[in-house]
């Protein structure tokens, strides 16, 4: 029935071939037109799985300003020329920088900033005192400690640093201040480099280096953006002095870099491949028709861009790139027809002859492009729209169009046709080839089972040497080699963040430890904890409790001269307290304000750049890690190490609390990997059982279906296989071009079984070896890119294709004589 | 209609009068506002001329010694506390402050830690000045006295000279900077021939004062690496 109606058709076409050029060409037209109002997008979501854990790290990652920033890392050449003049550069440098492009500039944090958070905090030292630090101070309200604090006080008032610490060993001679300072000296020593402060600057521990970093208005994934930025700091740099060398590191360098690696391969493979397929096709073919094989893709994605742009409004850049490649399989379809209907007078039966191994071919890239839908990714759904209509477009227009624009075969039989003669009549599928095939596949087999998945997207990045170095450079200098895990926390209410992340770090305490958990809970308290801590600040102090340190102060102060009035400003401090006054509302006093106390109604402080740092009254890069305004709250970050066990253990407590979640490097690529490959498994499960059924639905025919799938089967297990030895991983670049290639080799083996069946000439292994050829020439050429994604695409399709062209011209043949017609010849 | 045209006329007079008034007077304002402001600017000027004169006249030495004697006028303390000692320097940001009494201690000064000894304790502390952003801003503020990088300060302080022989500065302390909180002023007094500090008193928002005076100073004179060390060199 399928060959009837597809016969039909193709009478149709052949009558009306002028009205069908003309709609053909009228198409071309409004399609090209139209592409001017397809919109494209060049988001990275698209082609990453849509898994919870995955969307939330991509979206912290692009929310935060943790990802964005550019590290500058300017270094001392000259010995003769020491830090001061580093640093005098460094703040001209960052004065230089433009400001449409780098909004914010930090080169360090300034002692200032720690005075600030310093006076809010002793200004607020009631409330900030917890529950655990009071029975501390209790504990030293005894003679022993008061003398021993007492002679270090008088100690340090001796040494030259006592010059300005006077007034607050008057003010705080238990050294309570010291709790607090503490931890902000905690916090400050968590920059996540392994910095020197120096007159306000990052400097490095040698003294020799200095840190600029910016943070940028351009994403990363701009790559044109990135571009001008980088020209621009460039042309900032050029402008330091010869003793100053300097390194950029940022994810821009990567994405311009890459961009540009890919240009350049790309580049080098189009000049190979064309001048191998204009030799090939001009040597072998010797036709100019010819060249209409390869415009029909070029002509079915246009349709299919347009088409798709109808169906599923803004497409991604690199669907479109991928899809546009995948559609290149479409020359396929057109050589089997071209050779089908070449050097015949009488076209039609021989071209009738191909449409059911062609359009089945077809539909085996087409079945599995919708098992890509299956796939938890947005963009390979998208990729699977746009490959399905240019593959179906393509084949269309193959079997109903390209015939007709073929030129008459003159008398004198072309060379091509020769040598189809040539290829068909040879005898290339034995019983050795069988065997060498069997035995290879077996041993092959072993190996694939092993082989693995990329977890490392470092691996497939194929930026160049200089920023590498650069990179390492860098950490040997400033270690943050190892990113840490952040434990973040999305509140839309201030106080509820505070809150959650109070609770938090208490648990983190006690299962990680203070020293691994980086959190800013202890020093921004919530209103709350505020609250309690200076009603037990009140009830802690009461007047015999004060009379007693009052006594001992006085009695071991004579000790070491100190006065009968030393230290009044304490007790004055407490006294304010004690008159019941309502807590100071925290930092709110006068120019203090970290943040303020909120009103009634309110659902969230007014959180500025100035008050983001939560203590200081001019932006701190100190808080700035921690504590983000986001569009829909706030966002609360604690940092700890990226290890299993760490990661492991603070899952358990952000499980405890809505609105909190973990982003890790190494959870982000293991569940990219699990999602990928639990993906990748019910795809090949539902791809494979549609080729069956489409294969035996062409053949309808158990034994020959099984020899047709043995191309594609051979092609899996090669690839695998030799993946394996070879050290190559799945990725997401050649994952795609491993399912084209095995598409491929369901091709060949529909194509190789039905000439086996029929054993009419159409040009079948002439087609297939053209087809082989012309691939493994763009595929050859891409083994050696320089980009490791491009390169292992090359790798891929060489071996996936080469295993199919082996198997369906050297085996199918063979085994078909072995089973069906030795079955045939048994039964007659 | 005469009447009514003069008493126009007499008002437009008086209009262009008062408006010529006021903008002579605030013509005055704006430049005596942009004479004190130029002033100031001059005066800046020429401090910071000074303090690059003062800078450079007290930067021609690489190393250091003198003694000092250092005078505490504390509420903390019911009496005056008189320290003895010495101070070496070697530059570019190390500074030994070695006391003798009232009881012996010593304290070394880099640019990366403080390391310090007491005959009390006997024991050797090192305090690594990344780690302890208050220490260093104190310290900062010191090596900078020490060492005549006196320009730097301007950032901090407002200077003004006091005397001219022998040089007195005083240095005030910026509303904006965190030292006004704690100093009141700063007085630096210089020697004769203007190569060292003769003495440096800083007053505080307390009332209390400390004074330190140079004596025996000494350029270039060698320093022993035992003279930078903390124990067991007092």
């Given at each position: 029935m399928f060959d009837k109606y597809a016969g039909r058709l193709y009478d149709y076409t052949a009558r009306n071939r002028r009205p069908v050029l003309f709609i053909l060409i009228l198409l071309i037209f409004a399609s090209l037109a139209a592409l001017y109002f397809v919109e494209f997008e060049s988001s990275m979501d698209n082609i990453l799985p849509d898994n919870e854990v995955i969307s939330r790290s991509m979206e912290f990652f692009r929310s935060s300003n943790l990802a964005g920033k550019v590290v500058i890392s300017l270094e001392l050449t000259s010995p003769d020329k020491d830090i001061d003049d580093l640093i005098l550069e460094t703040d001209m440098l960052a004065g230089k920088l433009d400001k449409d492009l780098f909004p914010e500039v930090t080169y360090g944090i300034p002692d200032s900033a720690f005075a600030g958070d310093m006076d809010a905090m002793f200004e607020n030292l009631p409330e900030m005192v917890s529950d655990q630090e009071l029975s501390l101070i209790d504990g030293w309200i005894n003679q022993e400690y008061v003398s021993r604090k007492l002679s270090d006080s008088y100690m340090q008032l001796l040494k030259p640093q006592g010059l300005f610490l006077n007034s607050m060993l008057r003010s705080d001679p238990l050294g309570i201040k010291m709790l607090q300072l503490n931890k902000l000296k905690a916090l400050s020593a968590s920059t996540g480099y392994d910095v020197d402060i120096k007159d306000g600057h990052f400097v490095s521990r040698d003294g020799r280096h200095a840190m600029l970093i910016a943070k940028s208005a351009v994403s990363v994934t701009d790559s044109a953006g990135s571009k001008k930025m980088l020209v621009s700091l460039q042309k900032n740099i050029e402008t330091l002095p010869a003793y100053i060398r300097a390194d950029i590191i940022c994810g821009h360098a990567h994405t311009v870099s890459n961009e540009k690696l890919i240009k350049r391969d790309i580049v080098f493979i189009s000049i190979v491949a064309a001048i191998a397929m204009l030799l090939l096709y001009g040597f072998?073919?010797?036709?100019?028709?010819?060249?209409t094989i390869f415009m029909i893709p070029v002509v079915a994605i246009l349709f299919s861009v347009d088409l798709s742009y109808l169906l599923l409004g803004k497409l991604s850049y690199w669907v479109i790139g991928l899809g546009s490649t995948v559609a290149g399989i479409a020359t396929d379809y057109g050589t089997h027809v071209y050779f089908a209907a070449q050097g015949k007078g009488d076209a039609a039966p021989f071209v009738k002859h191909v449409i059911k191994p062609v359009s089945f071919g077809a539909l085996t890239p087409i079945e599995i492009f919708l098992a890509f839908s299956?796939?938890?990714f947005k963009g390979y759904s998208q990729l699977a729209v746009v490959t399905i209509i240019s593959v179906v477009l393509s084949t269309f227009i193959s079997i109903y169009i390209l015939p007709h624009l073929m030129l008459k075969p003159g008398s004198k039989v072309s060379f091509a046709d020769r040598l189809a003669v040539k290829l068909e009549q040879g005898n290339y599928s034995n019983g050795l080839n069988v065997l060498f095939w069997l035995f290879l596949t077996i041993a092959l087999a072993y190996f694939a089972v092993h082989v693995e998945f990329e977890r490392d997207i470092r691996n497939i990045d194929g930026t160049e040497k200089e920023i590498i170095n650069a990179e390492k450079n860098f950490q040997e200098i400033w270690g943050g080699e190892k990113t840490p895990a952040v434990l973040v926390i999305n509140a839309k209410n201030y106080e509820e963040a505070l809150e959650i992340n109070e609770k938090i770090y208490s648990d983190a305490v006690q299962t990680v430890g203070a020293e691994n958990f980086t959190s800013v809970a202890p020093l921004l308290l919530s209103e709350k904890t505020r609250d309690e801590n200076a009603g037990r600040w009140n009830k802690f102090w009461s007047e015999e409790r004060e009379q007693k340190l009052a006594g001992l102060l006085s009695q071991e102060g004579k000790k070491f001269g100190f006065s009968e009035n030393a230290f009044d400003p304490f007790f004055a401090g407490l006294k304010v307290a004690d008159k019941k006054n309502p807590p100071s509302p925290p930092f709110a006093k006068g120019g203090n304000i970290p943040y303020a106390r909120l009103n009634s109604g309110e659902v969230s402080p007014p959180l500025k750049k100035e008050d983001v740092g939560g203590l200081l009254n001019n932006p701190s890069s100190l808080f700035e890690r921690f504590v983000q305004k986001t569009d829909n709250g706030y966002r609360l970050m604690s940092f700890f190490p990226d290890t299993p066990d760490y990661v492991h253990s603070m899952n358990e407590i952000s499980a405890k609390h809505p609105g909190t979640y973990l982003v890790s490097a190494t959870v982000l690529s293991d569940t990219l990997s699990k999602v990928v490959s639990s993906d990748l498994k019910l795809m090949t499960l539902l791809a494979s059982i549609s080729v069956i059924v489409m294969t035996y639905m062409c053949f309808l025919n158990i034994k020959e279906t099984l020899i047709a799938l043995m191309p594609p089967l051979t092609s899996i297990i090669w690839l695998f296989g030799m993946m394996t030895i070879f050290g190559l991983k799945i990725n997401a670049a050649n994952m795609i071009a491993g399912v084209l290639a095995i598409g491929l080799s369901s091709d060949y083996g529909i194509f190789m079984t039905y000439r086996s069946r029929d054993k009419i000439n159409t040009g079948t292994i002439m087609a297939i070896a053209l087809c082989t050829v012309t691939t493994l020439i763009g595929a050859g050429v891409l083994v050696f890119a320089k980009h490791p994604a491009l390169s292992s695409v090359g790798m891929t399709m060489v071996i996936a294709v080469g295993a199919g062209f082996f198997s369906s011209v050297m085996v199918v043949p063979k085994l078909y004589d072995l089973t069906v017609n030795v079955g045939k010849g048994k039964a007659q | 209609m005469k009447i009514y045209k003069i008493a126009f006329s007499l008002c437009l007079a008086l209009l262009s009068v008062f408006i010529a008034t006021i903008l002579h007077a605030s013509g005055e304002i704006v430049k005596a506002g942009a004479t004190a402001a130029i002033e100031e600017g001059k005066q800046s000027a020429d401090m910071r001329d000074l303090l690059i004169q003062m800078e450079k006249q007290s930067s021609d030495f690489n190393s250091l010694k003198t003694d000092f004697t250092q005078e505490k006028d504390l509420a903390v303390f019911r009496n005056k506390i008189i320290i003895k000692g010495r101070i070496y320097l070697q530059k570019p940001r190390t500074v030994a402050w070695h006391v003798d009494e009232p009881l012996k201690y010593s304290v070394l000064i880099t640019d990366k830690l403080i390391r310090q000894w007491d005959e009390d304790t006997n024991q050797v502390q090192e305090i690594p000045l990344s780690k302890n952003p208050m220490f260093r801003v104190v310290i900062d503020q010191l090596t900078a006295w020490f060492s005549g990088?006196?320009?730097?300060l301007l950032d901090d302080y407002t200077v003004s000279s006091k005397k001219t022989n022998p040089l007195e500065i005083e240095f005030i302390p910026r509303e904006t900077g965190n030292m006004k909180k704690i100093i009141k002023a700063i007085t630096v007094t210089f020697r004769e021939d203007r190569k060292y500090l003769q003495k440096v008193q800083f007053d505080e928002v307390s009332g209390d004062s400390t004074t330190i005076t140079f004596k025996n100073t000494i350029f270039n004179a060698p320093i022993d690496s035992a003279d930078l060390e903390v124990k067991g060199r007092v």
């Open positions: 072998v073919i010797r036709d100019i028709s010819a060249v299956f796939f938890g | 990088r006196y320009v730097q």
